[in-house]
């Protein structure tokens, strides 16, 4: 199958998580002085993953840049861009509010923000998504 034809056929993505979703171009835009050699290392959990802490160590990287209200939004954007570009008709987006906490935003907040982004996005582009929160039981909020 070409690379063009898979393209055109209508896919799901279930199980989505955001913090694992980010491209380059979302990563360079929040940091522009990133390079692709940086996305790769810090970004992309990659055929060298041989236990959890080296999967662990990339989401942190990515958790870092998903603290900010502008940051969400943009990420839920460029998300939703690279899913129009693949032909995905429906998504189910994971993600763990308190974790997006660290620079002041509250789970409440989270919530909404990523809810009203994906509402957004899905309308924009004509994808339907789901959202499934995760709720960490060793967080105490």
């Known amino acids: 199958m070409t690379k063009e034809l898979y393209k055109k056929i209508p896919k799901i993505e279930l199980h989505t998580h955001l ?33 959890l802490q080296d999967y ?3 989401v942190d990287a990515s958790l870092e840049l998903l603290q900010t209200q502008d940051h969400l939004e943009k990420a839920i954007n460029f998300l939703f861009n690279d899913l129009l570009a693949d ?45 499934l929160m995760c709720v960490l039981r060793h967080y105490r909020e």
């Open 19 to 51: 913090d694992c979703s980010l491209s380059f171009d979302f990563v360079e835009s929040v940091l522009p002085q990133a390079t692709y050699e940086d996305y790769l290392k810090r970004f992309v959990a990659g055929p060298k993953v041989k236990e």
């Open 56 to 58: 662990l160590n990339v």
């Open 87 to 131: 032909n995905v008709v429906y998504v189910e987006i994971r993600f763990a509010p308190l974790l997006h906490t660290q620079q002041g935003l509250s789970p409440k907040k989270v919530l909404s923000i990523v809810s009203h982004a994906i509402e957004k996005e899905s309308r924009r582009t004509k994808i339907a998504a789901g959202l």
